[in-house]
């Protein structure tokens, strides 16, 4: 079994991208309440703050900070995905390894996560979350985008209502 290297920091913030395996799917939003009870169920067991968090069909970001001592974002994703597949129709192509394991086809089996190092850092990270609708061509605006704590930003302060976010960039964690 791959040992993957992460920078764990108790209490700390993180970036994370979270992809289905079929990157064609709308899966997300269109069972974004099953992704939601996921996330509540997970919360409410593990609990972590959501800074941002952006829902596309077949990928999402998220930036959360961790309780004071606590490192574990792994074990909070793995009861989140496990929680949604487990609220979604079946049906999905699964490979063979998969069905030998008795997995769901539903997510990729590892997610892009990156420790959080400082208040520049966390806005460049937050934009992305917020503009990541525009630059998928969903929307115009990223106060359009329904899926998004982007409303919750403007209602803090921390946005106009009518940003754009073109002057982000960076990759991010995903291919263009």
């Known amino acids: 079994m791959t040992s993957y290297r992460r920078l764990r920091v108790g209490g700390g913030t993180y970036f994370f991208t ?23 169920r997970t919360m409410a067991l593990h609990p972590f703050m959501i800074d941002a968090w952006v829902v596309l069909p077949d990928h999402l970001h998220a930036v959360w900070t961790l309780p004071e001592g606590d490192r574990d974002f792994s074990g909070r994703w793995t ?22 394991k008795g997995e769901r086809g539903v997510w ?4 892009w ?10 806005a460049a ?12 061509g969903y929307v115009a605006n ?18 106009p209502a009518a940003w754009v976010g073109a002057e982000v960039g960076g990759g991010f964690g995903e291919r263009p």
């Open 79 to 100: 009861l989140i995905k496990r929680g949604f597949s487990a609220l979604v129709p079946g049906g999905e192509h699964r490979s063979a390894s998969r069905a030998a």
């Open 142 to 159: 990223a106060g359009d985008w329904p899926f998004s704590t982007f409303r919750r930003a403007v209602a803090r302060g921390v946005y």
């Open 18 to 40: 979270v992809n289905l395996v079929d990157r064609r799917s709308d899966l997300l939003v269109r069972e974004i309440g099953a992704l939601r009870k996921a996330v509540a």
């Open 108 to 111: 990729q089996r590892r997610f």
């Open 113 to 122: 996560e990156h420790a959080v190092r400082d208040a520049w850092d966390y």
């Open 125 to 136: 990270h937050i934009d992305y979350v917020h503009f990541n609708p525009v630059k998928h």
